[in-house]
């Protein structure tokens, strides 16, 4: 049926949301919004008059769609060269969603996008739509077609998944900068022992670079060999240049939440690395270098406007 300017200016208003919901159920910003413009598709060809309420009838075809592309992707991942990881939203994303409390920050952050891998799609699903948009288990019940009980059952074994045990630290913008600035300057000092210091004892490093761009298939493990693979990563090389495209400017920012590193080359970002921290220290270095994950990155960059001078050039 053909919709009214209204219908769409309604449907505009829900997009946001959904984006958000999207990115955090898949992973994946580009994946997000094909989910949202399938869901536009699919309310454009409904019955209007059948719709009691919006939002709820939005959420609830979405969510179902992430669901199927969830059971699509997991069949993917397993023939994916290399570590899988999200795509990395930067500081200011409206995909990011809200950001009132320490559930919904956290359900967007990297490290716990990444372990939401583990949880099933009904798992993921539930624990996005109550920890991060606050649904009532009514609600979310009413969406995935289970009872309100199941819904609870599902969240409570859905949080212990995420929660791995390991309490992550809150951090805000000036002090995530601090705690990349340190990390640089540990990394560039051509010794392994400052870097030592700043990581958790069983610190891990993960690339994910698809196939596309050398990324280690393997994580390093424990704060010795990510300090050894950090120092490496740094170091000037010809060859890191040519997979480059030239010689990174390095920058100190947010992304998902988190302290990251953004590695951009004549305007185009083409590495993210994602700093976890704990009390204990960095525990976990995420590294977006798959160019396919970083075409949001680069808009969002492009768009921020300055960014004042890079920290150093790499690779020089």
């Avoid at 059948?50 to 699509?72: D, M, P, R």
């Avoid at 409206?94 to 920050?105: K, Y």
């Avoid at 583990?118 to 993921?124: A, S, V």
């Avoid at 185009?268 to 977006?288: F, H, S, W």
Wanted: aromatic residues 6%; hydrophobic residues 45%.
């Amino acid at each position: 049926m053909a919709l009214t300017v209204g219908d769409v200016e309604r449907f505009e208003v829900a997009r946001p949301r959904l984006e958000a919901i999207a990115y955090r159920m898949l992973g994946s910003a580009a994946e997000a919004e094909d989910a949202v413009q399938e869901t536009f598709l699919r309310w454009q060809g409904a019955d209007h008059g059948h719709i009691e309420v919006l939002e709820a009838w939005l959420t609830k075809v979405l969510t179902n769609l992430c669901l199927n592309q969830l059971a699509s992707a997991r069949a993917r991942r397993e023939v994916y060269v290399g570590q899988w990881l999200p795509e990395p939203l930067l500081a200011g994303d409206p995909m990011l969603g809200p950001a009132d409390t320490v559930e919904q920050r956290e359900s967007v952050s990297y490290a716990v996008l990444t372990l939401m891998e583990r949880l099933t799609p009904n798992e993921r699903a539930v624990y996005v739509l109550r920890a991060a948009f606050d649904y009532p288990h009514r609600e979310i019940a009413g969406i995935l077609d289970i009872t309100e009980a199941t819904s609870q059952q599902i969240f409570h074994r859905a949080k212990q998944h995420v929660a791995e045990g390991r309490a992550r630290t809150e951090i805000d913008e000036a002090a995530a900068r601090r705690i990349v600035e340190e990390f640089l300057a540990a990394a560039t000092s051509g010794r392994t022992e400052p870097l030592v210091r700043l990581l958790a004892g069983d610190a891990v490093s993960i690339g994910d670079g698809g196939g596309k761009v050398p990324a280690r298939a393997k994580a390093f493990e424990g704060a010795l060999a990510v300090a050894k693979f950090v120092r490496g990563l740094f170091a000037p090389g010809e060859a890191k240049r040519a997979a480059a495209g030239g010689s990174p400017e390095i920058y100190a920012t947010t992304a998902n939440g988190e302290p990251a590193v953004v590695a951009v080359v004549d305007g185009r970002v083409v590495g993210v690395m994602c700093l976890e921290v704990t009390a204990g220290g960095i525990a976990a270095l995420r590294n977006q270098v798959n160019p396919d994950k970083l075409d949001r990155a680069t808009e969002r960059w492009a768009a921020a406007g300055d960014h004042g001078k890079p920290l150093f050039t790499a690779f020089e």
